[in-house]
């Protein structure tokens, strides 16, 4: 099953040609910063199976081994891959997917550093 995604301008475009493998929030303060919220929920699989198709991602090494993607246009967060934690797995937003409908994460990450401000019960 093919997915879709990209920015909020446009200039991104991505698409997976595989399964998705994985769905989970993570509450790190590096991913708050990075997005600018309380949490990020990310959906990852194989790297092989992604591709851009329109544009290019710029990169930040948020620490080593640690590559986040972003539109240089509008800023919109869009991808994290971990070489060191998770080699050969690439993770994007879920919320830059076109449709996200389908995304079910199954685990919350790094809890310790969730925010007082998200109104619901830690896992």
């Keep these: 099953m093919a997915h879709e ?10 698409a997976w040609g595989g399964p998705l493998r994985s769905a989970s929030h ?23 199976d992604f591709a851009l198709t329109k544009g290019e991602m710029a990169v930040f090494e948020s620490s080593p081994g640690v590559r986040r993607g972003f539109c240089s246009a509008c800023g919109t967060s869009l991808s994290y891959e971990n070489q060191v934690g998770w080699p050969g797995e690439f993770h994007v937003t879920a919320a830059s997917l076109d449709d996200p409908s389908g995304v079910r994460p199954t685990q919350h990450s790094f809890c310790e550093d969730r925010q007082s401000f998200l109104d619901y019960p830690k896992p």
């Design 5 to 14: 995604g990209g920015c909020i301008c446009g200039a991104v475009r991505y």
């Design 26 to 48: 993570c509450h790190c303060r590096s991913c708050q910063r990075a997005v600018g919220a309380g949490m990020v929920t990310f959906v990852g699989g194989a790297l092989q």
